[in-house]
């Protein structure tokens, strides 16, 4: 298996599949770093509305990390090797369209990250997500961040401290994923999902991810400030108008 990551598209909708080694896809730094090219050329694509993002295969969305790339690891090639990680999951976070997780086999570790990352996880009922960083030497960093804020302080903890894995059910309860389907239904739901995005205006679509990141990661007052302004500037651009129009009009904006 050839690592990197495909590219697929069907209308407005970009499909990449990341492929590590093995069956598992394990995952390693020219895999982030193909992957943070990917998204930044579909962020720059005006025709696309939505990523949808899987393990290629039909075992795992990717079991991770591959070890064997990092058990030799010294401080600052380590910097560097999570560092790739990061870019590739704060390129995922910051991507101006919406991006779907379709998720199915293990999800751990770093790839886990990479699902929190994503603005919604449509995931298959064999799906298994874990941080089993500490189970291997290390502790859980950069995008784990996310999971406290996605399901819960408390929850976040006993994951991170224990290493223990959450089937799809559980993290459906969880609020870890939006969906669970049967796995031959997975790539469908991926894709109804992805759809919702299709009539909406690409700059507000990139201006609400922007507010949502400021809410994370700014104070309460300075995101509030940050979304009035960016409220504001939507009113420079056709799109509420044109959108509260059809809405009063009962039909489909044009865009």
């Given amino acids: 298996m050839t690592t990197g990551v495909n590219v697929k598209r069907r209308d407005a909708i970009a499909t990449l599949e990341i492929s590590g080694r093995t069956h598992l896809n394990l995952l390693g730094p020219d895999v982030f770093r193909e992957l943070r090219d990917r998204v930044d050329e579909c962020g720059q694509d005006e025709s696309l509305r939505a990523i949808i993002l899987r393990g290629e295969g039909d075992r795992a969305f990717s079991a991770g990390v591959d070890l ?82 996605t399901v819960g302080l408390g929850r976040a903890r006993r994951m991170l401290l224990t290493g223990e894995t959450v089937d799809a059910s559980e993290a459906l309860n969880m609020g870890l994923v939006d969906k669970v389907v049967p796995k031959a239904q997975l790539e469908t739901a991926a894709h109804e999902t992805a759809e919702t995005f299709l009539g909406m205006g690409r700059y507000i679509l990139a201006t609400q991810k922007q507010i949502v990141s400021a809410w994370l990661e700014m104070g309460q007052e300075a995101a509030a400030e940050y979304s009035i302004k960016a409220f504001s500037l939507c009113f420079n651009t056709p799109y509420p108008n044109e959108a509260m129009t059809a809405f009063l009009e009962k039909r489909q904006p044009r865009f």
Avoid: Q
């Avoid at 086999?105 to 603005?119: I, T, Y």
């Fill in 68 to 149: 064997h790339e990092m058990k030799d690891l010294e401080p600052l090639s380590a910097e560097k090797f999570i560092r790739s990680l990061h870019g590739a999951a704060r390129g995922v976070l910051n991507a101006p369209l919406p991006v779907v997780a379709a998720i199915h086999g293990p999800c751990l570790g770093g790839a886990f990250e990479l699902a929190l990352a994503c603005d919604m996880r449509v995931a298959a009922e064999d799906a298994v997500f874990g941080l089993p960083e500490v189970l291997v030497g290390l502790p859980s960093v950069i995008e784990a961040s996310l999971l406290p804020p």
